[in-house]
T-cell receptor, first 116, second 115 residues
């Protein structure tokens, strides 16, 4: 079935540094990927929609200059958290649409970011 | 506006008991999909079921069953004879094909099965 590989699974970084999270579709081409953020004991909230070859669409309240999204190929989307601060500590998870998959949507395994 | 409500924040049951997780959704669209996902402590989302808005047939998969009722905009999930491994957070979600396949998640229900 459709597989989305997300790396790293966890990362600890110092405040002020940048962190890049990768989301790869392994056996299908994903023209659209979605990035979600989940704070502890809360639901998943859509941050942005990543479209291959074009600019990402950000949800209201999400700083596009802080959360840089690049979708340069049909199998890779990246989320870079720039100048990370402790309040950016969260669980980030990507999702991709594969029309051939049984249920269409596949999620990555998530990345737990801790900013110290 | 689209919305998914899971009124039960936390549920605890004793092993082998049955438990039902409630999900109520709001949308004006006529074409949509409903999902249930399981999120264990490790964080990954485990797909459980997808149901489209035109299919109100209830479904059973092993100990899991789902009751979809458009009349009440509900998509409830029942676990029969619960097991400790069922302990997780369960999310109900909605997708509207009109909005580009974006998920609208409920707030989740944390289920603890006590041995």
């Amino acid at each position: 079935g459709a597989v989305v590989s997300q790396h790293p699974s966890w990362v600890i970084c110092k405040s002020g540094t940048s962190v890049k999270i990768e989301c790869r579709s392994l056996d299908f081409q994903a023209t659209t990927m979605f990035w979600y953020r989940q704070f502890p004991k809360q639901s998943l909230m859509l941050m942005a929609t990543s479209n291959e070859g074009s600019k990402a669409t950000y949800e209201q309240g999400v700083e596009k200059d802080k959360f840089l999204i690049n979708h340069a190929s049909l199998t890779l989307s990246t989320l870079t958290v720039t100048s990370a601060h402790p309040e950016d500590s969260s669980f980030y998870i990507c999702s991709a649409w594969d029309q051939k998959a049984n249920y269409g949507y596949t999620f990555g395994s998530g990345t737990r970011l801790t900013v110290v | 506006a689209q919305k998914v409500t899971q009124a039960q924040t936390e549920i605890s049951v004793v092993e082998k008991e049955d438990v039902t997780l409630d999900c109520v959704y709001e949308t004006r669209d006529t074409t949509y999909y409903l999902f249930w996902y399981k999120q264990p402590p490790s964080g990954e989302l485990v797909f459980l079921i997808r149901r489209n808005s035109f299919d109100e047939q209830n479904e059973i998969s092993g100990r899991y069953s789902w009751n979809f009722q458009k009349s009440t905009s509900s998509f409830n999930f029942t676990i029969t004879a619960s097991q400790v491994v069922d302990s997780a957070v369960y999310f109900c979600a909605l997708i509207l094909t009109s909005t580009g396949n974006q998920f609208y998640f409920g707030t989740g229900t944390s289920l603890t099965v006590i041995p």
